[in-house]
T-cell receptor, first 113, second 113 residues
């Protein structure tokens, strides 16, 4: 049972480039989320999904797209990277009746030059 | 707009001492208050959680105190150990919402040996 996995662990992008951050979970959790973590700002919700085919925006969705074609996978796409998107990105999953119990992945550290 | 305000930003405690981290909120629709612990280079992990109909919850050396009328809750770490050195986040969930969690800004705890 691997839990929540994220790839890559670290990525450097140039401004304007696009990329996809991968997230997968093997716990059959319906709920999945993407957060970004910045110093002094805690974890801010980008997008979330309550099941395959259903996604919604969080607190800071601009510049990011998501899709959920399977229960296991929830990729995050950066459409045109900007320096303001330099951050650590965490994917999380949770059982639907325990939303407060988030299982986080190890994170992806992104640097946009 | 930060809906959950956390303090202090950093905290240094001697081994064996008590660590206290405080959080305050305004949204009365919050109905669950978890605390997460994050070690460097790792994703956050659920530590302990409380519902607003309970004034205190204890798990080992970790205790959450909840003051509904003041809209405040706090984490107490008794007999703090160097292994407790980590970043701690309080969080809150809106009742009935699938929108995941709103996190505080985090407290970096250092326990000196």
């Amino acid at each position: 049972n691997a839990g929540v996995t994220q790839t890559p662990k670290f990525q450097v992008l140039k401004t304007g480039q696009s990329m996809t951050l991968q997230c997968a979970q093997d716990m059959n959790h319906e709920y999945m989320s993407w957060y970004r973590q910045d110093p002094g700002m805690g974890l801010r919700l980008i997008h979330y999904s309550v099941g395959a085919g259903i996604t919604d925006q969080g607190e800071v969705p601009n510049g990011y797209n998501v899709s959920r074609s399977t229960t296991e996978d929830f990729p995050l796409r950066l459409l045109s990277a900007a320096p303001s998107q330099t951050s650590v990105y965490f994917c999380a999953s949770s059982p639907p009746r325990e939303v407060w119990t988030q299982y986080f992945g190890p994170g992806t550290r992104l640097l946009v030059l | 707009q930060q809906q959950v305000k956390q303090s202090p930003q950093s905290l240094i405690v001697q081994k064996g001492g008590i660590s206290i981290i405080n959080c305050a909120y305004e949204n009365t629709a919050f109905d669950y208050f978890p605390w997460y612990q994050q070690f460097p280079g790792k994703g956050p992990a659920l530590l302990i959680a409380i519902r607003p109909d309970v004034s205190e919850k204890k798990e080992g050396r970790f205790t959450i105190s909840f003051n509904k009328s003041a809209k405040q809750f706090s984490l107490h770490i008794m007999d703090s150990q160097p292994g407790d050195s980590a970043t701690y986040f309080c969080a809150a969930r809106v009742s009935g919402s699938a929108r995941q969690l709103t996190f505080g800004s985090g407290t970096q705890l250092t326990v000196l040996p």
